[in-house]
């Protein structure tokens, strides 16, 4: 019992130890299309964010307020300052690439000076724009199976030939609105199940204009309910091409 004490000791007096290593100046850290990754940044100084092996970033969304975002669009890549953020405290934003993969980046502000992070894409998104076009004429065959899918989702009714993925992932969008993303299905194509709550105190209407851009891929889309009173919810259904898992 006495070693046992004595190792549980030495635990708790390394826990702020750890705490006090130093983070990195860069960071390498590998992100997924439609998955989350950590990052660490600077509460007090710019981070630099890019995309590594020749790589851009194309598009960021965070809720207003949360950070200062400088946009180098020569560079394909970010600055990010937190606002009104305190160390140890984390907040989220999405970002997408050049290739139309979109991932959620979940960044603790630490008393560190600037970081340089590099982004390291393991799959996902879609083909070069010119591949694109080339292999995706809007067939009536192409058509069916879209209005298919789409009734699908909508039913919950899982095709043949997909999985499914329960999933509560937050996306950072409006502040007035708690979105998250529900469900995944992977098959021929990726459909996505989003709920939309309103967290604000006046009536809200969207419109499927309003996701669009969240995907470079999206091939159809629909809400079920576009007008949304303080409390209630609606989803958003989401096909794209993207990449099976």
């Not at 997408?96 to 992070?117: E, H, K, N, V, Y």
């Not at 204009?209 to 007008?227: L, R």
Request: charged share 25%; net charge neutral; hydrophobic share 40%.
């Amino acid at each position: 019992m006495k070693r046992i004490r004595s190792t549980i000791k030495a635990c708790l007096l390394a826990i702020p130890l750890l705490a006090a290593l130093p983070v990195e100046a860069n960071q390498e850290i590998a992100v997924r299309d439609g998955g989350s990754a950590t990052i660490t940044v600077s509460a007090r100084e710019l981070t630099r964010i890019s995309m590594a092996g020749g790589g851009r970033l194309s598009k960021v969304w965070a809720v207003p307020g949360t950070m200062e975002i400088q946009d180098d669009k020569k560079a394909g890549e970010i600055f990010i300052k937190p606002l009104n953020v305190m160390p140890g405290q984390a907040f989220s934003f999405f970002a997408r690439d050049d290739r139309g993969a979109t991932f959620t980046l979940i960044a603790t502000a630490a008393d560190l000076p600037s970081q340089s992070i590099q982004l390291r894409s393991t799959g996902g998104g879609s083909a070069p724009p010119a591949a694109r076009l080339e292999s995706s004429g809007p067939t009536e065959p192409h058509i069916r199976r879209v209005k298919a899918l789409m009734k699908a989702l909508a039913l919950r009714k899982l095709p043949h030939g997909y999985q499914s993925e329960e999933l509560d992932q937050p996306v950072p969008v409006w502040r007035e609105t708690e979105v998250r993303i529900k469900e995944r299905w992977t098959g021929e194509l990726v459909g996505e199940i989003w709920s939309i709550r309103n967290a604000g105190n006046e009536d809200l209407r969207f419109s499927e204009e309003e996701f669009k851009d969240f995907y470079a891929d999206v091939v159809a889309m629909a809400i079920t309910e576009h007008e949304v009173r303080p409390g209630d919810s609606t989803e958003v259904l989401i096909l794209r091409r993207g990449v099976a898992r």
